[in-house]
């Protein structure tokens, strides 16, 4: 009897197959994302598990439902995704709310940003639009050279393939609802 489970292939596989298919090379699929080589090389190897904004891009680019995988598996990515990305970020967590799919469109996360942190360095981007909605305390937001300070009960909407960043200045944990729109 054959293991379903076996047969299923990791998120990393599934962009390298892609990549391969369009006859990308990872530094033209880093020039079309936007990232390092050296991420998409660690995603394609899955030792990095990447941030939404990544699979978003990897989604259009490579014209495949990236986050279209088994329950378990996609528990277990989720989970490894946010440990991840925790430690990459210094204290950025994500919690997906919506289930994806190739006809949805909006996907919704609940975000934590631990208190008094500063992200140097990390930003995102992804095709689409995003709103932010401050759930508790409050967070300061870099979109391209624009900077804006939320506190509870403020959002923001914007073009989500500018380059943007989170940051947490406040003495306690920021929550946030993020529903980010991929055309």
Known sequence: MVNKKAEKTSLGR???AGREKMGMSVEDLALETGYLPEILAGVEEDRTVPPVSLVLQLSRVLKLNMDEL????KTRATKRRSKSHKKRVDSYAYTPLSKPGPD??????????????EHKGVEFHHE?????FVLKGGITIQIGENVT?????????FNSALHHKLSNPHSEVAELLVVVYVP
């Open 128 to 132: 689409g639009e995003e709103f932010d």
């Open 104 to 117: 949805k469109h909006l996907r919704g996360y609940l975000v934590t940003i631990d208190a008094l942190t």
């Open 14 to 16: 599934r962009m390298k």
């Open 149 to 157: 300070r939320l506190v509870q009960g403020e959002s923001i909407h």
């Open 70 to 73: 088994e329950t378990e598996e």
